[in-house]
């Protein structure tokens, strides 16, 4: 994990603004937003892949959604809509390999994505 990215935001070893942290979870905006509000929600333990969940990591993962929807009402999108997704593996779309859901809103999507 030592040269994870997102291990690095959670150790502060880049400079990120965090936008919720508690002892589990760190939460980010986007740096390359799709939509106008993007944050990312991670688990501060490292799983590459959601495959690596176990079920010992049910809490956690139930944490990162319920966290994804508080967010998203203080983020002011809960009302008219948001998007949550976790991409997993190449065909999946997960470019960086630290678990990550993502929150996106402000804006309409299209289904099924691309
Ligand atoms: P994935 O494609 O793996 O589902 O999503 C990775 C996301 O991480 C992308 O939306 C990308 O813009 C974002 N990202 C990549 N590097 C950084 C970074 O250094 N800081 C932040 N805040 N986001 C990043
Ligand atoms: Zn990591």
Same mark, same amino acid.
């Given at each position: ?8 935001? &959670? ?6 603004? =965090?936008? #919720?942290?508690?002892? *589990?979870?760190?939460?980010?905006? /986007? $740096?390359?937003?799709?939509?106008? &509000? ?6 501060? =333990?490292? #799983?590459?892949?959601? *495959?690596?969940?176990?079920?010992? /990591? $049910? ?56």
């Amino acid at each position: 994990m030592g040269d994870c990215l997102f291990c690095k935001i &959670v150790k502060k070893e880049i400079e990120t603004e =965090i936008i #919720f942290e508690n002892k *589990n979870i760190v939460a980010f905006r /986007d $740096i390359n937003p799709q939509a106008p &509000v993007h944050i990312l929600l991670i688990p501060k =333990i490292h #799983f590459s892949t959601l *495959n690596d969940l176990t079920s010992g /990591d $049910i809490k956690l993962a139930g944490s990162l959604i319920y966290t994804a929807a508080k967010l998203a009402k203080t983020e002011g999108i809960a009302d008219q809509g948001y998007r949550t997704g976790f991409n997993c593996n190449k065909w999946g779309g997960q470019t960086v390999y630290h678990i990550h859901l993502h929150l996106l809103g402000g804006r309409k999507f299209g289904w099924p994505p691309g």
